[in-house]
């Protein structure tokens, strides 16, 4: 991984006549990721792990010799020598050998069915050996052991991990920690020992039968898995007479040179500065240390990593930042232990408690990268380090605020933007979401953190006292309430006519869409009518939703999760025909990915003629009502949730709103709707049904709270109506119900007194609104269909038939894929 | 159908709806055309050269400090209609054509970039 970082990084860099670059892979293969070596059990092909194409690196002018081992590094006469005899000159060499896994010498490691975890190759070992096993043990309980028990787990075998310190992890975590992800990793059905020295191996013929500890215990199994450490690959240098660490390792000075200052390390076969980092980032930093150094700008250099990480194994978070064991004198300890939720979580802070130096997160390191921020930047803590301790926990709706971050927050991930540095620039008079986008870059990546960062612009903003600060964009002075109000109260029926009346200029991606879903909620007109198409995102403009490669997936609506045998076929039928990619989504439905817009209207004919209906994935709409199977099939079901949540999705299908809805029903208390992450979820009790509103999934999850309980069917609908009108009307764009509600002032209480009680008077009037979106319901692919003159609007060329050109497949596992994206450096984990 | 030399007549004038884009083929490149105005035509290259596809004729025209602009459907870049500049990133930029309108027919510069997959 290292090397092939090294070698892109090169290609891309110098100038392709400055080296002749000769590159020897020992393995049968290029560079591939082993940090998600494990994702081999689970569906993935080698070929999903390789990190650099022959063709890149030919491209590059490099010559590769794959499945070739270099036996010997001559530098005298500055060659080396691989296994085949031939000897090939260098005037530089960039050792990048990495490391083999540690086999301790106990008796019987050499039986059948003893294996070791860091190649594919180990890996179809692996997977061979545990075809005809039973039990699987795997000696190690540090990153790999825990990843290559997982694998195991995954093979359907009975799992052990032993492990010779008292805890798992010891690198990462403290005892407390260890306990608490041990009580995890043990919740899974994997048998964790730990404290136990493994004496020998027992044979079973010539078999690996079981492990024999040194304290008499036993433990039969018929395969084991060594995972005890890793050794630097550092063979080739000592041979020649390089400088060798204490530990093992080539040694290097901060530029990656060896004692030979024409031979470079990298990765884990170097010794820097006594240590050998067995994780891919820093590795990575040596590479970029090497490679300045060797086009001769040497930078900076690499000072070493504090081995901070933040890994998620068997689906448990696992994170150590800074300071972790506070091994630094005078510093003091926050933690909390939460066995009900299987979270340990430990601080490290200053003595005088004002500065956090290091940490420990076991089951949820959702906030790593704010804290990890916190101690590098030695910011003074606002406010007591107990109070970051809970903030996983999600105590309240302040805990997720805005205001309640810290400046050293990073908010935009992709470009590691902090909430500082949008704060400052909102200081500095970027006063709109795009002004700050252009001078911070912060939401240009993948985008997922724009309304995070309006909310920081509008706190600070509003802070100043600055006003006004609730405009929908520069076109409109109103916000997206004020807008719903004037549109329903003075009759709009346009944008032109809303925005000649109360806005100015032309519009923009922003008010465009947004009030494309106002008029919608209030008029339920078709979407494409001539004057609403110009406003609609491309997802509303083509009734489908755009992927990356401006190709479109489809999803028809399958109520409630239920579907015919006959339904399912001609799902089949249909991907089939026009070479669609197919996945099942969350919301118990199925995505056709790739179609061409030319194809769209021929793809929504068969369909309609199967029996299906628009899905409305591509609108901030209702998209589903997901159920489990409930009483009729469940033995634990009191009430029908299939039945209900058809009913559900039905009445709601096609509702426009200020973003995307989605519902769940649960047939009991067990809950596997997962309605309390909806926006809205029905539990079934004895009695009805419990009512509950708000939550989501997604990037910032919430949970639903309770509306009201025992609910009857018609009841429920009854509120339900009240509730997502009074939502519709009264939030702001893009805002999510979770958002909304905690943005209501009176918060939970007083939206019930809205729905339950009628505190407002207006519970018929949203009663009647709703009803008049349901009676006005037309699917709207069948709409389109009628209508030959707007299937023009379909064609990918204005001027030409021709199918889009640019549009290209491979096929990946069976199933046709986009290209894959250009390379991107992968970050470490 | 070519006009006069170096312009191609790709659609009539109704074939764009106001506010909006539609996309054209010329020499095998991809040509998104614009029409924010009932009377103006703005040509620029299909692809948004931050997301890598061919897809700015399907964003949303508008305007931007009454600058005339569309916003990429990928990822919500805005690209000024005169100039291609993006507006949310000064280092990026969109490759333009000249348009004509005679009549109710629109002619367009034969494209000075090269396509993707032309």
């Known amino acids: ?829 | 159908m070519t006009g006069s030399p170096g312009f191609v007549d790709v659609c009539a004038l109704p074939d764009i709806p106001v506010g909006a884009g539609v996309c054209a083929l010329v020499d095998g490149v991809q040509v998104a055309l614009f029409r924010p105005t009932a009377s103006e035509v703005f040509a620029l290259a299909n692809r948004d050269p931050i997301g890598g596809a061919e897809v700015l004729s399907r964003g949303i025209v508008g305007d931007r400090g009454g600058r005339a602009m569309v916003a990429s459907p990928l990822l919500k870049h805005a690209f000024c209609l005169r100039t291609g500049r993006c507006l949310d990133d000064d280092n990026v930029a969109v490759p333009t054509a000249t348009v004509r309108i005679d009549g109710d027919r629109v002619l367009v510069e034969r494209p000075q970039w090269a396509g993707a997959n032309a």
Not at chain 1, 423 to 445: F, N, Q
Not at chain 1, 601 to 610: F, M, N, Y
Request: proline share 4%; net charge neutral; aromatic share 6%.
């Open chain 1, 1 to 829: 991984m290292v090397g092939h970082q090294f070698l892109a990084a090169l290609a891309e860099r110098s100038p392709a006549d400055r080296w002749t670059v000769t590159v020897f892979a020992e393995e049968p293969r290029l560079a591939y990721d082993r940090v998600h070596l494990s994702s081999l059990f689970a569906g993935k092909t080698p070929a999903d792990l390789a990190m650099g194409q022959i063709e890149e690196y030919r491209a590059a002018g490099y010559d590769v010799r794959v499945g070739e081992r270099v036996v010997q590094v001559d530098r005298e006469a500055r060659v080396v020598v691989t296994a085949g005899g031939e000897s090939v000159p260098w005037d530089r060499l960039v050792l990048a050998t990495g490391s083999s896994p540690f086999v301790p010498n106990v008796p019987g490691k050499d039986l059948e069915g003893v294996l070791v975890y860091r190649t594919i190759e180990d890996l179809e070992a692996i997977r061979a050996r545990a075809s005809e096993a039973q039990v699987g043990v795997v000696i190690g309980g540090g990153l790999l052991g825990l990843e290559a028990a997982g694998a195991l787990r995954n093979l359907g075998l009975e799992t052990h991990v032993v492990e010779l310190a008292q805890r798992l992890m010891c690198l990462q975590v403290d005892d407390a920690g260890g306990r608490v992800l041990s009580r995890r990793i043990q919740e899974l059905g994997i048998g964790v020992h730990t404290g136990k020295q493994t004496r020998e191996l027992l044979a079973d013929g010539p078999r690996v039968g079981g492990l024999a500890f040194a304290d008499g215990g036993v433990l039969p199994c018929d395969m084991v898995v060594f995972s005890a450490g890793i050794r630097p690959r550092d063979e080739l240098a000592r041979a020649a007479g390089l400088e060798i660490g204490p530990r093992g390792g080539v040694v290097i000075d901060d530029h990656g040179r060896t004692s030979d200052p024409d031979v470079f390390a990298i990765g884990e076969c170097a010794s820097h500065r006594g240590r050998v980092y067995g994780l891919v980032a820093p590795g990575y930093r040596m590479a970029e240390a090497a490679l300045l150094a060797l086009e001769g700008a040497p930078g900076a250099g690499f000072a070493g990593a504090d081995g901070s990480t933040k890994l998620k194994l068997l689906g448990v978070d696992v994170a150590s930042f800074g300071d972790a064991f506070a091994d630094e004198g005078g510093v003091r300890t926050v933690s909390l232990t939460s066995d009900t939720r299987g979270v340990y979580r430990k601080l490290v802070v200053s003595a005088d408690g004002a500065r956090l130096v290091g940490g420990v997160l076991v089951g949820d390191a959702s906030d790593y990268d704010t804290l990890l921020s916190l101690a590098r930047s030695r910011a003074a803590l606002s406010g007591d380090p107990e109070a970051l301790l809970g903030r996983a926990a999600g105590t309240g709706a302040a805990a997720h605020g805005p205001a309640a971050l810290p400046d050293e927050a990073i908010i935009c991930s992709c470009h590691n933007v902090t909430k500082g540095a949008i704060v400052a620039a909102t200081r500095d008079g970027a006063e709109t979401v795009s002004a700050i986008k252009k001078c911070t870059k912060a939401g240009t990546g993948c985008g997922s953190c724009v309304t995070q960062m309006g909310e920081i612009m509008l706190v600070e903003l509003r802070a100043r006292g600055a006003a006004p600060v609730n405009h929908l964009c520069e076109h409109f002075p109103h916000s997206r309430q004020e807008l719903f109000h004037l549109v329903r109260v003075r009759g709009h029926k346009s944008f032109d006519a809303l925005i000649a009346e109360h806005g100015r200029g032309a519009g923009c991606e922003i008010c465009k869409p947004a009030v494309a879903s106002i008029l919608a909620s209030v008029w339920n007109e078709y979407v494409l009518e001539k004057a609403h198409l110009p406003l609609q995102d491309t997802n509303d403009r083509f009734l489908a939703n755009m992927q990356r490669d401006g190709t479109y997936s489809v999803v028809p609506r399958v109520a409630g999760g239920e579907i015919t045998p006959r339904q399912l076929i001609a799902l089949g039928e249909v991907a089939e025909r026009y070479h669609l990619y197919t996945k099942i989504t969350g919301g118990q439905r199925v995505d056709l990915f790739g179609a061409r817009r030319d194809e769209l209207p021929a793809i929504w004919r068969d369909l309609i003629a199967a029996g299906f209906e628009s899905g409305h994935a591509y609108g901030k709409a209702l998209r589903t009502v997901k159920s489990c199977v409930g009483s009729t099939w469940c033995r634990y079901g009191v009430q029908d949730s299939v039945g209900l949540a058809i009913r559900l999705e039905n009445r709601y299908k096609g509702l426009r709103a200020p973003h995307k809805i989605k519902g769940g029903v649960s047939g009991c208390a067990r809950e596997c709707a997962e309605a309390q992450g909806k926006d809205f979820g029905l539990i079934a009790t004895d009695r009805g049904y419990n009512l509950y509103v708000c939550g989501n999934g997604g990037m910032r999850p919430a949970h639903a709270k309770l509306l009201a309980q025992d609910l009857t069917e018609d009841q429920a609908i009854q509120y339900l109506d009240r509730f997502l009108m009074f939502y519709v009307r009264t939030a702001g764009r893009l805002e999510r119900t979770a958002t909304w509600l905690d943005k209501l002032d009176g918060g939970m209480d007083y939206l019930r007194r809205v729905v339950v009680d009628d505190s407002l008077g207006i519970a018929a009037e949203l009663e009647a609104d709703m009803a008049r979106i349901v009676e006005t319901y037309r699917c709207e692919w069948r709409v389109t269909l009628e209508d030959p003159a707007r299937l023009a609007g379909f064609r990918s060329f204005v001027n030409s038939d021709t199918p889009d050109p640019s549009v290209t497949r491979v096929t990946v596992r069976g199933q046709l894929l986009p290209e894959p994206r250009p390379a991107r450096n992968a970050e470490a984990q």
